[in-house]
């Protein structure tokens, strides 16, 4: 018996080969049906007609035009337009195995489970850089294994995860002052939807059975890029509030180049929080001034 489900993937710039590789993933997935929406920040009429080649019986392939406003704001998109109670998103350089969905789907009819994340592998294109043995730095090119189990989970990684609207009406959406937006590498929204479904009382779970291959392309390969990705986390964790804390045990790795990754992380999260703060007094003065008014 066939899942019905919406998988949405959005590109900002990325090229069509890239996304190509992951329709074609698509194209294969097994014991599903729906439809397959790819949101296309960098619109192209004759990549569009292309787009629809990727259909089969099952699934239906469309590709509608979404202003660059961000990732966050795509995703809000593809919620809003989805036909389906199951909504699954994968980024346009993952590569799904073919019971991806099924798998991810399976997991969010469960009674109780709002947010279901997949197991992500990397695949290196080129020689991985020293820094990437740091399991904090790892974080930040979309790995995530916990092996082949389902578990309950804290948290979910955007290269390959569901919801089930239905779930949480009020809370399945991404906050558009997080995610990647602009070119520049910000992130959290996943980590912020996730807080606010085990708020609620609801679970987010990780399901080892549901397998994406992370593409990490050559240019992401270089210190640079992971030092600066680490700047944007802890903006990101400064914007959602509360206090960084690691998302694995500490390993030899991160005690090691802790030196070097640390302040990267601390500049962009103390940067974030004076800025949060200074709205926040700005806030309070315009209200006492409001207020003096009255």
């Known amino acids: 018996m066939s899942e019905t489900v919406t998988i949405t993937l959005t590109r900002y710039r990325e090229p069509d080969w890239l996304v ?17 929406i790819f949101l296309d920040q960098n619109w192209s009429e004759s990549f569009a007609k292309e787009v629809a080649d990727f259909s089969t019986e099952q699934l239906c392939v469309r590709a509608e035009p979404c202003e660059e ?7 809000n998109l593809g919620l809003d337009i989805s036909k389906t109670d199951i909504v699954l998103f ?8 073919p019971k991806w969905a099924a798998k991810l789907a399976q ?3 469960r009674e109780g489970v709002a947010v279901a994340g997949s197991r992500i592998l990397p695949e290196w294109k080129g020689r991985r850089p020293l ?11 979309s790995v995530l294994d ?64 549901a397998i994406v291959y992370h593409q990490i392309l050559p240019e992401r390969l ?16 400064a914007q959602r509030g ?3 804390s690691p998302a694995h045990r500490p390993g030899f790795w991160d005690f090691a180049l802790l030196p070097v990754i640390l302040p990267f992380y601390l500049a962009g999260y103390l940067r974030a929080r004076l800025f949060c703060q200074k709205r926040a007094r700005t806030s309070r003065r315009h209200e006492r001034e409001a207020f003096a008014r009255q």
């Open 242 to 244: 509360g206090t960084p």
């Open 20 to 36: 190509r590789e992951t329709l074609a993933s698509l194209a294969a997935q097994e014991a599903v049906a729906g439809e397959v």
């Open 146 to 209: 916990w092996g082949e189990g389902t578990i309950d989970a804290p948290r979910v990684v955007g290269a390959g995860f569901g919801v089930c609207k239905s779930a949480a009406p009020t809370e399945i959406y991404f906050d558009e002052a997080l995610g990647r937006r602009d070119g520049k590498l910000f992130g959290g929204e996943e980590s912020d939807l996730c807080e606010r479904i085990r708020a609620k009382g609801l679970n987010v779970i990780y399901c080892g059975g």
């Open 107 to 109: 997991a969010l009819n």
């Open 69 to 75: 406003k961000g990732l966050s704001h795509a995703r």
């Open 131 to 141: 820094v990437t043995r740091s399991r904090v730095v790892l974080d930040q090119y």
């Open 90 to 97: 994968i980024d346009p350089d993952a590569i799904a195995s």
């Open 222 to 237: 270089s210190w640079r890029w992971a030092l600066q990705r680490l700047y944007f986390a802890g903006l990101g964790r």
